[in-house]
């Protein structure tokens, strides 16, 4: 079951990175979610933006990788 979940919170990332940077509304509701928080909030929206940059660029460098060779 926790398989499952986190498979479902990876793909969250990933599909969250792409959207931040392709979708113009969901990068001005995250935006607008940063201005509003607490400095303790914005440290764990920080370090999901990490995770969700280095999942949304890594997993689909690495598939491309494996698919190229």
Known sequence: MFE?????EGAGYL???????FSPTYRAQVL???RAAKPSTRIRL????IIAT?????LPAVV???VLT
């Open 46 to 49: 920080a370090l999901n933006g």
């Open 15 to 21: 599909l969250g990175f792409w959207a931040f940077v």
């Open 64 to 66: 491309l990788w494996i």
């Open 54 to 58: 280095a999942i949304g660029v890594a």
């Open 32 to 34: 607008a979610r940063w």
């Open 4 to 8: 499952l979940l986190d498979a479902v």
